[in-house]
């Protein structure tokens, strides 16, 4: 990942060079430590390999995604 485009491993490359893809990735760190956030690009293939492709970013943006229930701040302690 560079902040132009993405590799992206694969079993097996479904898609073509030129293709214009949207994406959505589970992005790993949460916000403020409770909420879930999601990548989401709008990108051009720009390599293909049997089982790997490679985009280049036109645009891409952050949601944020709904907290999975019972989700508790990291900095409180759980209520009894």
Known sequence: MSSRGLLIATEETKVCTGARLQLMVDWPPLLHGITPLQLI???RVTRCEPEEFAVELDQYQFRT???K???QRTS???VS
């Open 41 to 43: 690009v709008s990108c």
């Open 65 to 67: 995604k709904r907290a």
């Open 69 to 71: 229930s019972g989700a």
């Open 76 to 78: 409180e302690p759980p």
